[in-house]
T-cell receptor, first 113, second 115 residues
């Protein structure tokens, strides 16, 4: 069965610090990978996605993620966080051809001004 | 504005009551799904649909029914509400692979409390 692990449940950073959030998945076939952000009280918004091609993908608001197939990982990065990045971040995976997301449990990021 | 519209935004039910959460999208998406979000558990798939007239169960379907009579609408029915169904519910939609699947667009959610 597919599963997604986000090992960092809570992260606290100061503004301008660098961010890396881990995401590992368990599935033997080809997958599509996503990162979503949920600001307090709001719905999920797509940050970035990987379907194929260049394993380094760039998304909105300066976020990027790298797909490392050998490690089954899709870590989210941002070189310099801002207070407005305070939110919950979810990694999601779907096996190609199924279109059913499996979500990680989320990482709550708090950025101190 | 194009997107996924969920109603109501908030609802309080008594145990045993039934209700329908509404979801509508105006993007002509084939795929629609319902998720519930609980603290520390991420989002879990309840039911999904790959087109009008076609639905299937997700991870946590018990206590919920769905139907998809039109492309636009995908209501979620709680047959007899239980406190364990207290959660935030999100509806999502997307294109099929044939029309350029690009990930799901989510609605703004319905916060349901069952007392």
């Amino acid at each position: 069965a597919q599963s997604v692990s986000q090992h960092n449940h809570h992260v606290i950073l100061s503004e301008a610090a660098s961010l890396e959030l881990g995401c590992n998945y368990s599935y033997g076939g080809t997958v599509n990978l996503f990162w979503y952000v949920q600001y307090p009280g709001q719905h999920l918004q797509l940050l970035l996605k990987y379907f194929s091609g260049d394993p380094l993908v760039k998304g909105i608001k300066g976020f990027e993620a790298e797909f490392i197939k050998s490690k089954f990982s899709f870590n989210l990065r941002k070189p310099s966080v801002q207070w407005s990045d305070t939110a919950e971040y979810f990694c999601a995976v779907n096996a190609q051809g199924t279109y059913k997301y499996i979500f990680g449990t989320g990482t709550r990021l708090k950025v101190l001004a | 504005n194009a997107g996924v519209t969920q109603t109501p935004k908030f609802q309080v039910l008594k145990t045993g009551q039934s209700m329908t959460l509404q979801c509508a999208q105006d993007m002509n998406h084939e795929y629609m799904s319902w998720y519930r979000q609980d603290p520390g558990m991420g989002l879990r798939l309840i039911h999904y649909s790959v087109g009008a007239g076609i639905t299937d169960q997700g991870e946590v379907p018990n206590g919920y029914n769905v139907s998809r009579s039109t492309t636009e609408d995908f209501p979620l029915r709680l047959l007899s509400a239980a406190p364990s169904q207290t959660s935030v519910y999100f509806c999502a939609s997307s294109y099929s692979a044939a029309r350029g699947y690009n990930g799901y667009t989510f609605g703004s959610g319905t916060r349901l409390t069952v007392v």
